[in-house]
């Protein structure tokens, strides 16, 4: 048994039903979670029973009436404590991002920092719920608007951000007044039992009603109810563009609210006037990070016909420098994939590019062993590709060049998804045009450094095929809250907005 599991309070068998602090049933179906380092089982967590399931959605319901009587900046409170308990468990609870997921420990590390820093945002937020005033146009009233909770959220993430994910939607909604129900990834279940015993130890003396549940789902029947029920406000999504369409088209059937959160084919351009010290490490941190598996991975580059050998030769002489191993060691850049899919799915599109006639300038090649490795790929390759319109979740770059930043820009955009978008340049003409309403078309466009890695202080999320969804920071918690306009007459007479006369 790992030290880790003990220090995080998790055993061999684990429950993965919670109200609040209170775990269902001990046993049931187990979903197994496998280091992907190794291929070898960690742990189980105990699978939602569908009577479970049932009573756990009751108790939101109930505890939702509860816990929107209780003042925002008190909800706050709440999150402030979760935050404290994130800070005394970062290393472990980074250490288990790593071992289950298999993302390196500075990555994992990194993730419970993301969600300390949301926590710290949230508890800001609590007191900034505002709501705008207005003018009437009649005399002696008085119009604004002002938000309430929406009750039950629904928050299903992803693998690849096992545990930041569901902070940035929990710890919101929270605040907000909503109780949220999580289903992580069944490839994570670990992380998310962890996460729960720290909320549950966090707000242990706050005699506060549930808050925080948790469900785990091997497959998708549960989800499917759970995307399907009504008493859950919203569902916020974060995985594939095929899953999420699903998804929103469920969820829109029963008149629910959505965030999705979905797929990317994030590029950098790299024009004439780029800074190659500092474009080389953003390429590399934003391809091979995480193994190429975050929806902000950089999957195109495209680079000014000028630049492209130049670049080209400094990419693969940084590609050969990452080192692949085991995601604790500090040593280590790029772990495994996360599962033999993955790998799989990699090489497939490794092949692709050589069948459409493109060149694999390295990598896609399995690592001998145990455990789901393949090193990093460069390509060169055509932006109309079927396979580079495709998001390959793996660690597997395009190289594409351009003649001018009008055909940059287009090839940019030329994509169904609209996640994360960079330009590299000195040219100040450039950058602006690139962030102009004719440049990138992405939820996330930035000069200088590269797609992935985004503080939590903005809006998360893109356009088009990625969901159109907004999470994190700036005024994203209005998705977690209704909108009502209110209109006070405090006269004595009854004036009718647009002149209307209605005289009986
Ligand atoms: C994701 O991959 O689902 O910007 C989230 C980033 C991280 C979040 C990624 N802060 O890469």
Redesign the pocket.
């Given at each position: 048994m790992h030290a880790v599991l003990d220090r995080l309070g998790l055993g061999e068998r684990n429950p993965g039903t919670w109200i609040g602090a209170e775990a269902a049933a001990a046993d049931g179906t187990l979903i197994d979670s496998f280091n992907p380092a190794t291929g070898e089982r960690i742990a189980s967590v105990i699978a939602t029973a569908p009577e479970d399931y049932d009573r756990l959605v009751e108790a939101a319901a109930e505890a939702a009436r509860a816990w929107r009587r209780i003042p925002a900046p008190v909800r706050g409170e709440a999150v402030r404590r979760i935050g404290n308990a994130l800070r005394d468990d970062k290393d472990a609870l980074g250490s288990l991002v790593s071992l289950e997921m298999g993302k390196i420990k500075a990555e994992g590390d990194?993730?419970v920092q993301?969600m300390i820093d949301i926590a710290d945002f949230a508890v800001g937020q609590a007191r900034m719920l505002y709501g705008k005033t207005m003018h009437s146009e009649r005399p002696e009233h008085r119009m604004y608007e002002q938000w309430h909770p929406l009750g039950v959220v629904g928050t299903i993430?992803?693998f690849?951000?096992p545990v930041?994910?569901y902070a940035w939607n929990a710890f919101i909604a929270a605040v907000c007044g909503n109780v949220n129900i999580w289903k992580p990834s069944p490839k994570t279940p670990l992380c998310g039992v962890a996460v729960q015993t720290i909320v549950n130890r966090a707000l242990a003396d706050m005699d506060l009603p549930p808050v925080f549940f948790l469900i785990n789902d091997a497959g998708t029947e549960l989800a499917e109810r759970f995307v399907d029920d009504e008493r859950v406000a919203l569902i916020s999504f974060?995985g594939s563009s095929a899953v999420g369409r699903k998804v929103g088209e469920r969820v829109a059937a029963r008149m629910g609210k959505c965030l999705l959160?979905l797929g990317?084919n994030n590029a950098i351009v790299v024009d004439e006037y780029a800074n190659l010290d500092l474009a080389v490490p953003s390429i590399v941190f934003g391809s091979v990070?995480?193994a190429g598996?975050?929806?902000?991975?950089t999957r195109r580059v495209l680079v000014h016909e000028s630049r492209f050998a130049e670049l080209k030769d400094a990419l693969l002489r940084a590609y050969r420098q990452v080192r692949i191993g085991d995601p604790l060691d500090p040593n280590t850049l790029m772990g495994p994939l996360i599962d033999e899919a993955a790998v799989a799915r990699t090489e497939a599109a490794a092949a692709a590019v050589r069948s459409n006639g493109g060149e694999v300038l390295c990598g896609a090649e399995r690592v001998k062993g145990p455990g789901h490795f393949i090193t990093p790929a460069i390509a060169v390759a055509e932006n109309a590709w079927p396979i580079v319109q495709t998001e390959t979740f793996g660690p597997l770059l395009y190289l594409i060049s351009f003649s001018n930043l009008d055909e940059a820009i287009e090839l940019q955009n030329g994509v169904r998804q609209g996640l994360?978008s960079a330009i590299f340049t000195d040219n100040l003409q450039n950058a602006e045009y690139f962030l102009s309403h004719g440049g990138s078309d992405c939820g996330?466009a930035n000069v200088n450094i590269g797609?992935?890695?985004?503080?939590?202080g903005g809006a998360?999320g893109g356009e088009k095929e990625t969901g159109g969804g907004r999470e994190?920071g700036s005024d994203s918690w209005r998705a977690y809250m209704r909108r009502q306009t209110n209109t006070i007459n405090w006269g004595k007479e009854l004036p009718l907005a647009q002149g209307i006369r209605f005289d009986l």
């Open positions: 990194g993730e993301e993430s992803a690849n951000f930041a994910v974060t959160e990317g990070g995480t598996q975050r929806c902000t991975t994360s996330i797609t992935s890695g985004a503080e939590i998360f994190a």
